[in-house]
């Protein structure tokens, strides 16, 4: 009785060593994380730059609103920036100035949108 164990015995776990880095895997290594710096330094430049940008906007868009607030005591302000960003403001602090833009808001599409063309009834 002959199983093919008993022609293959089994062999035992590959015993591994810690591997040594050729020299051209220490290049590649070196080249990664001169890389991942480089990626790394440009991300955070980029986020600086963002929220330099932003603080510098908000803090314009404060100045408008307290600007307005001296005369308005509520106020939606739509717009766009010089270099083409949008701004939006809306200024209302209780629920019957929401209520009161809103209103306001509704009369002006009125008002200054086109009339739906008639279908040829009157």
Same mark, same amino acid.
Do not use: R, W
């Given at each position: 009785m002959t199983q093919d164990?008993?022609? %293959?015995? *089994? *062999?035992?776990?590959?015993?591994t060593g810690a591997r040594k880095r050729t020299k051209k895997a220490e290049e590649n290594f070196d080249l990664d994380d001169?890389?991942? *710096?480089? +990626?790394k330094a440009a991300l955070e430049a980029n986020l600086e730059q963002y929220a330099r940008k932003k603080n510098l906007s908000? *803090?314009?868009?404060?100045? +408008?609103?307290?600007? @307005?607030?001296?005369?308005?005591s509520c106020f939606v302000l739509l717009g766009y920036? @010089?270099?083409?960003?949008?701004?939006? +403001?809306? %200024?209302?602090n209780t629920q019957k100035d929401s209520d009161s833009l809103g209103t306001a808001l509704s009369k002006f599409l009125a008002k200054y949108s086109e009339p739906p063309p008639t279908l040829g009834l009157f």
């Open positions: 164990s008993d022609k %293959n015995p *089994k *062999k035992g776990p590959k015993k001169a890389f991942e *710096k480089k +990626i908000q *803090k314009q868009v404060t100045a +408008i609103t307290s600007f @307005v607030e001296e005369h308005l920036t @010089v270099g083409g960003d949008p701004v939006t +403001i809306v %200024n209302a």
